[in-house]
């Protein structure tokens, strides 16, 4: 397939200041220095624990934060739009292509807006219909993500969490966007409904051709959904590689620590839980050398002096540890 997004070497640092003079007394590398890319069609897993600095990314690329530095590249029509590089006015008209649905549709959705002034705002907005036809639109839009358009009158707080997520997606999908940035899409929802809310976001991205990035803590969740997953610590991309790699062969330790959390599905296999030391670290203030040394049970001397590049290991897999090519370590089966 071809390429829809290119992320190359994206920073995204914040300066925490003190004082009425406001003297910067440290940078937050949230983003830092980061690239990989989303082929037209797929999903692109990005995991971690949280303040890892996968919703920073996602923020980013949208611009709803301005990157420090780097280019956000939107291939679309034939054309490239570097996104990180456009004025707020050429924004407006790319905004379109690129769509967001958050973590927690009790908080993401305005509590004085009936489902139809949400789903219609963006095509109101952007002059795509009004009247009878914007009716039609909405209607449409809530039956293709499973909900009632006779409930079109209503207010959120009339739906279930599951319920208000569909409502989310609808409106993320008002436009015909070519990307959409699901940030952590079922993490607050009851684990019955979250299967729902996976399988309609993978039919829709059928129907509608959609690529995703996909952001999640929960590797569980991203195993039935990504195609390529890219594991994040500290605003680095550490591991990136095909679903399957990263589960079976993972190559950097931090991934092997965050596989052994996920739960098996048989009950007979062997858990080897891998419990991390200490805390993650703080972005203001990174340790030396590979940032995941103090916790890594694999580490030597070199990893406290000499921070790892991101290298390709074939197979497109890409991981930033001195001893990806000689550590065994341990994966699990993919359901
Ligand atoms: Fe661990 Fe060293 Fe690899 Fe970092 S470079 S992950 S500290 S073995």
């Not at 920073?56 to 280019?71: H, W």
């Not at 590249?73 to 456009?86: Q, S, W, Y």
């Amino acid at each position: 397939n071809n390429l829809l997004l290119e992320v190359k070497n994206l920073k995204k640092y914040f300066p925490i200041t003190k004082g009425f003079l406001r003297k910067r007394v440290a940078t937050v590398r949230a983003v830092d220095d980061i690239s990989f890319f989303v082929r037209e069609g797929e999903t692109l897993g990005l995991v971690g624990e949280s303040g890892c600095g996968k919703t920073t990314t996602g923020k980013v690329i949208l611009r709803a934060y301005d990157p420090t530095d780097g280019d956000v590249i939107l291939h679309v029509d034939g054309t490239e739009i570097n996104v990180a590089k456009l004025s707020q006015k050429e924004l407006k008209s790319v905004r379109r292509y690129m769509q967001m649905i958050f973590q927690d549709p009790f908080r993401s959705l305005n509590p004085r807006m009936t489902v139809r002034d949400i789903i219609g705002e963006p095509l109101i907005v952007n002059n795509v219909a009004k009247g009878k036809e914007l009716d039609e639109r909405i209607a449409d839009l809530m039956r293709k993500v499973g909900l009632r358009p006779e409930y079109m009158k209503r207010y959120p707080h009339a739906f279930s969490g599951g319920q208000r997520q569909r409502i989310s997606i609808a409106r993320a999908l008002a436009l015909n966007p070519k990307l959409v940035i699901c940030d952590e899409p079922v993490s607050a929802l009851d684990v019955s409904i979250q299967a729902q809310v996976l399988n309609l976001l993978i039919d829709l991205q059928q129907e509608f051709k959609l690529t995703y990035l996909f952001i999640s803590h929960d590797l569980s969740v991203v195993e039935h959904i990504c195609d390529r997953v890219a594991v994040m610590y500290v605003g680095k991309i550490v591991e990136l590689a095909k679903t399957e790699e990263i589960f079976e062969n993972p190559k950097h330790p931090y991934t092997e620590a965050l596989l052994s959390a996920v739960p098996k599905p048989d009950p007979k296999m062997k858990t080897h839980r891998i419990l991390l030391k200490g805390e993650v670290p703080d972005a203001s203030n990174p340790p030396s050398g590979c940032y995941f040394h103090p916790r890594c049970s694999y580490a030597k001397d070199i990893c406290k002096e000499v921070r790892p590049e991101l290298i390709d290991i074939g197979n497109e897999h890409y991981v930033a540890c001195h001893f990806a090519k000689e550590l065994n370590l341990k994966g699990i089966p993919i359901t």
